[in-house]
């Protein structure tokens, strides 16, 4: 018999949480009256986005796909600026659900913008969250994502932010990079800490166990990560979109297994991910966790 773990802190944040609970109210409230869009997928998550599009939640890529009178809810991740220009142009009605911290680096990114500073931002120049961080100083940060980018950047002043998804570790290498090349930085550290817990929690777990199982979207930054400290700290990693990707022939002579799960990844699937283990497991195992689960 095998023991399952769960890495603390697994599945949806706040920040998430939130997103799904506006969204779904803002259904409720518009049923039948007005249609209802999220600009992009809400969350890396196609069961989510499939169950809010039956509550009638379609996906629209930009502003100008909605018309007068819609409602346009912005994601989790936030936009930028001129967004909220195009809704007051083509008069929708915007639902902001950007999550509380990702709000505070625009407001800090555009304060410094307008206090003259030169802005960079270290994340994934394609990332929506990093696109709308951007928008925030009329698109003049410069993105850099790793050392060898730190490397480029030439001495002066300069005003730093973070994706919030980002592995701390990988923040300050790319820090004290940039200090070396003798930059003067105004350093603001703005990984989420639902982030840190996350991927610490994932990381100590992934050190214990013979194989780990990191359940989320393949879109999603933040599973991605916690895939890639697994597979750091633990031989056998795996990551597990939906339930088709279970390793079971793989994982049923492991003693220990652990699991984990990112940001936007919906608690009812890390139960069916469990459930189909639960001929390797004790029953007493799987009743703690499905009760684990339940009490986040
Ligand atoms: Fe917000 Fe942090 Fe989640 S920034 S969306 S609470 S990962």
Redesign the pocket.
Same mark, same amino acid.
């Given at each position: 018999m095998a023991e399952i773990k769960i890495a603390e802190n697994s599945g949806f @944040?706040?920040? *998430?949480k939130r997103a799904i609970e506006m969204t779904c109210e803002t259904a409720e409230k518009f049923k039948g009256d007005r249609q209802v869009y999220t600009c992009g997928p809400l969350i890396h998550n196609k069961l989510v986005t499939d169950e809010l599009l039956e509550k009638g939640v379609k996906i629209i890529e930009n502003p100008e796909d909605a018309s007068k009178d819609d409602v346009v809810i912005i994601r989790?991740h936030g936009e930028g600026k001129n967004f909220y220009k195009q809704a007051e142009n083509i008069a929708f009605h915007l639902v902001d659900a950007t @999550?509380p911290? *990702?709000k505070k680096i625009h407001k800090l990114v555009e304060v410094a913008f307008h206090a003259g500073e030169k802005i960079i931002i270290i994340g994934d120049s394609g990332h929506p969250e990093v696109i709308g961080i951007n928008g925030w100083c009329e698109n003049s940060a410069i993105i850099i994502n790793s050392v060898e980018e730190a490397e480029k950047i030439n001495p002066g002043d300069y005003f730093v932010v973070s994706q &919030? &998804?980002l592995q701390k570790k990988h923040f300050e290498e790319i820090i004290s990079k940039l200090k070396e090349k003798n930059c003067k930085l105004s350093i603001n550290n703005t990984i @989420?800490n !639902? &982030?840190n817990s996350r991927q610490e929690s994932c990381m100590r777990l992934a050190k214990e166990v013979d194989a780990m199982l990191v359940i989320g979207g393949r879109e999603s930054s933040?599973s991605q990560k916690l895939y890639d400290l697994s597979k750091k700290y633990c031989e056998k990693a795996y990551f597990i979109e939906n339930i088709e990707d279970l390793p079971l022939k793989d994982i049923e002579l492991c003693n220990k297994i652990g699991v984990a799960a990112g !940001?936007s990844t919906p608690e009812r699937l890390i139960k069916e991910v469990i459930a189909n283990m639960s001929e390797f497991i004790t029953e007493n195992n799987e009743e703690n966790l499905m009760h684990d689960l339940m009490d986040e």
């Open positions: @944040c706040f920040g *998430v989790s @999550c911290f *990702v &919030t &998804t @989420c !639902a &982030t933040n !940001a």
